[in-house]
């Protein structure tokens, strides 16, 4: 399995961006999608993801109301809808893949197997 990030770029703040994760090799069926991003200087941190191909989304506190998962089957692709940019949302933003995560795991990037390369955000002030 293959997962391709894109869509990063420098917005300021207020704006809004999508990202894009494209999964290859399998079917988002049954596959939970999450995303997850590392600032300058900090730990890798959980941001949102979609549950087992659909079966509902979950996010972090801190984008609630801002960040939207989304995903499109004929495409094999998932999409965060990011709003509100602040700039400490600034941070290389990676998809990641997982089959065998349960809902006490979804949010912890050890039990991903699958890894995007990482697309960069910048919000500026």
């Known amino acids: 399995v293959q997962l391709q990030a894109s869509g990063g770029g420098l917005v300021q703040a207020g704006a809004s961006l999508r990202l894009s994760c494209e999964v290859s090799?399998?079917?988002?069926?049954?596959?939970?999608v999450a995303w997850f991003r590392q600032a300058p200087g900090k730990e890798r941190e959980f941001v949102s993801g979609?549950?087992?191909?659909?079966?509902?989304?979950y996010y972090a506190d801190s984008v609630k109301g801002r960040f939207t998962i989304s995903r499109e089957n004929a495409k094999n692709t998932v999409y965060l809808w990011m709003n509100s940019l602040k700039p400490e949302d600034t941070a290389v933003y990676y998809c990641?893949?997982?089959?065998?995560?349960?809902?006490?795991?979804?949010?912890?990037?050890?039990?991903?197997?699958?890894w995007g390369q990482g697309t960069q955000v910048t919000v500026s002030s």
């Open positions: 990641a893949g997982s089959a065998r995560v349960i809902m006490t795991t979804r949010r912890n990037q050890q039990f991903f197997d699958s």
């Open positions: 090799g399998r079917t988002l069926s049954g596959y939970t």
């Open positions: 979609i549950w087992r191909g659909g079966a509902g989304e």
